[in-house]
């Protein structure tokens, strides 16, 4: 979740999990950590199986202009968002949850298109819709925080080699 470094810093936890998005700003909150990256996901659409696109191999997210959204909160949506006045609009987010069954959920009942990260869409079962490959492609790089004096910790080393190699598999 987004307050994962906030935690981490607070001293609530001793390793967090987060992401950021390629190109995008907002690693330099993290430049005073240890950073374990761990996934590359890829965002895909999602949209009702009988929509014009369900059959595409791929979409622009501008084809996606002019659709119902279905988007996070206002602070996670941020990244949507800014893709989509990159390719020259404004998405109309007419649903807002943060809960990706909910967002699958919503979209397979023909209520409005998404985008989300694949592995969300992966841990979840479609019904009624499908997903299409992102181009170009949007990804999210996932790693793994701790404090410099934390990585030292033996039970916090071995829980990073151990999210490293579940992350390899």
């Known amino acids: 979740p987004p307050q994962s470094v906030g935690l981490l810093r607070e001293g609530d936890c001793d390793i967090a999990l987060a992401f950021r998005y390629e190109g995008a ?3 330099d909150e993290w430049d005073d950590l240890v950073v374990r990256p761990l996934l590359t996901d890829r965002l895909v ?3 009702p199986e009988r929509h014009r696109l369900a059959r595409a191999d791929s979409v622009s997210i501008g084809e996606l202009a002019g659709e119902s959204w279905i988007a996070g909160c206002p602070r996670c949506r941020g990244q949507l968002v800014e893709v ?3 390719a020259g609009f404004t998405p109309r987010i007419d649903f807002a949850t943060d809960d990706y069954p909910a967002v699958v959920g919503l979209v397979g009942a023909g209520l409005g298109v998404a985008v ?3 592995l969300a869409v992966e841990s979840v ?3 009624g819709a499908r997903t299409v490959t992102l181009e170009p492609a949007v990804r999210r790089e996932i790693v793994a925080l701790t404090l410099p004096d934390l990585a030292r910790v033996p039970a916090v080393a071995a829980t990073l080699e151990q999210l490293e190699r579940a992350a390899d598999r």
């Open 116 to 118: 989300l990260p694949q």
């Open 125 to 127: 079962r479609p019904r």
């Open 45 to 47: 659409a999602l949209v």
């Open 84 to 86: 989509c006045e990159g």
């Open 25 to 27: 700003g907002g690693g």
